[in-house]
């Protein structure tokens, strides 16, 4: 079994009741869900702008809220274009949600 090199420790992992659904509906949401969270969890920011990326990593040095984006592929299993993951400052949670819920 494959172990997954941390950039940063996330924390307790939760998700919105919508990313919830959609990932219990259609499997391949969920598995695209759970490689989004390994990305950002090695510090794979997705599609964040350049400056949330420069942001990013200087959060992981001083500290401060970890912030990804990542583009749902075709395949039409949810009503959105992207999900994003936060991680909080003080690390104590991370959660995945669409932008929309915000």
């Known amino acids: 079994m494959a172990t997954l090199s941390l950039a940063f420790h996330p924390g307790q992992l939760v998700q919105t009741s919508r990313i919830f659904d959609a990932s219990c ?8 869900i759970r490689s989004c969270i390994a990305r950002h969890l090695r510090g794979d920011w997705g599609d964040c702008c350049e400056q949330d990326q420069d942001s990013n990593e ?3 040095q001083g500290g401060g809220r970890l912030f990804s984006v990542y583009h749902i592929p075709a395949g039409g299993f949810a009503l959105e ?3 994003w993951i936060i991680t909080e400052a003080d690390r104590s949670y ?9």
């Open 25 to 32: 509906e259609h499997q391949p949401f969920f598995t695209f």
């Open 58 to 60: 200087m959060a992981l």
């Open 81 to 83: 274009r992207k999900i």
């Open 94 to 102: 991370t959660t995945v949600l669409f932008p929309s819920e915000y």
